[in-house]
């Protein structure tokens, strides 16, 4: 019997080459200060086809976050490295201490905010990586000479399918 025909034709290819792997030490990656806070990108998307988007995020003491929000198109996950970060999702706040993850999905009202004394350090995700461009136009609004006002990071949300979820009555605006 003829080879040719046994052999399924994917068998007599050669193999596919394996993808790229990214390796970012921790001295890469794209940098991004947004006032108080400092921002590595470690992988913008284009590694992952766009599915997965990470962050390392460093917040100076007292350092409020954005405008309580919802994303509509993307899962976003906030892993505590050291420190306390205040989730306030909804009306409810929740204090999240090193080794702490906070997952939140498309929808779900959520900010954050280092009300401590202490620097606090998170990892965040972004399914798919839709936000990683977020935080570069913030970027270059600030490089612009605009300042970072809940109006003005509003106004970027909505171009990630992002809406302001308002803050609850009596809870901490961040």
Do not use: C, W
Not at 71 to 99: L, M, P, Q
Not at 103 to 130: K, R
Request: proline content about 10%; charged content about 20%; aromatic content about 6%.
């Amino acid at each position: 019997m003829n080879d040719e025909h046994t052999t399924p034709a994917f068998e007599k290819n050669s193999p596919a080459p394996d993808p790229a792997v990214s390796v970012v030490g921790p001295e890469d990656g794209e940098v991004i200060v947004l006032g108080t806070t400092r921002m590595r990108v470690l992988e913008d998307g284009n590694n992952t086809g766009h599915r997965l988007g990470i962050a390392h995020a460093v917040l100076a003491p007292h350092t409020d976050g954005p405008p309580q929000h919802r994303h509509a198109r993307h899962d976003e996950g906030f892993y505590v490295i050291s420190g306390t970060v205040t989730f306030t999702v909804g009306e409810d706040s929740h204090e999240a201490g090193a080794g702490t993850l906070v997952m939140v999905p498309p929808g779900a009202p959520h900010t954050f905010a280092n009300l401590t004394d202490e620097p606090a350090v998170m990892l965040s995700t972004f399914t798919p990586d839709l936000y990683v461009q977020y935080f570069r136009d913030l970027r270059e609004m600030i490089l612009s000479g605009q300042k970072l006002t809940p109006e003005a990071n509003v106004r970027v949300m909505s171009r990630y399918a992002t809406t302001p979820a308002g803050p609850p009555a009596g809870a901490h605006r961040v």
